[in-house]
């Protein structure tokens, strides 16, 4: 089972860059592919980036396409997420998961194919 705590959150005026870390515990974190969600008060959870198990492929929202970049270190048990030109809309608590399975093919964007959340952290982009 690997266990992730999410970090590097915060306030940020719109246009800023913010780092995301989700930091995993578990020898198998490398087998995974990971995601990361974000949820808005009173919305639902949406999908943001996902990055396969090896790193080779990446996935996003096209909102976010261009502005965040989804990558990882399985040497660190770590899967990171850039986000520059933040804007209001990007205001959410930030979460990563892992996938279901190990080696899983695809990558995946619903939040029920996903395990092993993270307890998130909060990014606020004033305007």
């Known amino acids: 089972q690997v266990q992730l705590v999410e970090s590097g959150g915060g306030l940020v005026q719109a246009g800023g860059s913010l780092r995301l870390s989700c930091a995993a515990s578990g020898r198998t974190f490398r087998t995974y592919n990971m995601g990361w969600f974000r949820q808005a008060p009173g919305k639902e959870r949406e999908f943001v980036a996902a990055i396969s198990w090896s790193g080779s492929r990446t996935y996003y929202r096209d909102s976010v396409k261009g502005r965040f970049t989804i990558s990882r270190d399985n040497a660190k048990n770590t899967v990171y997420l850039q986000m520059n030109s933040l804007k209001p809309e990007d205001t959410a608590a930030y979460y990563c998961?892992?996938?279901?399975?190990?080696?899983?093919?695809?990558?995946?964007?619903?939040?029920?194919?996903?395990?092993?959340w993270g307890q998130g952290t909060q990014v606020t982009v004033s305007s």
């Open positions: 998961a892992a996938d279901l399975n190990p080696y899983t093919l695809s990558l995946s964007t619903r939040h029920n194919e996903f395990k092993s």
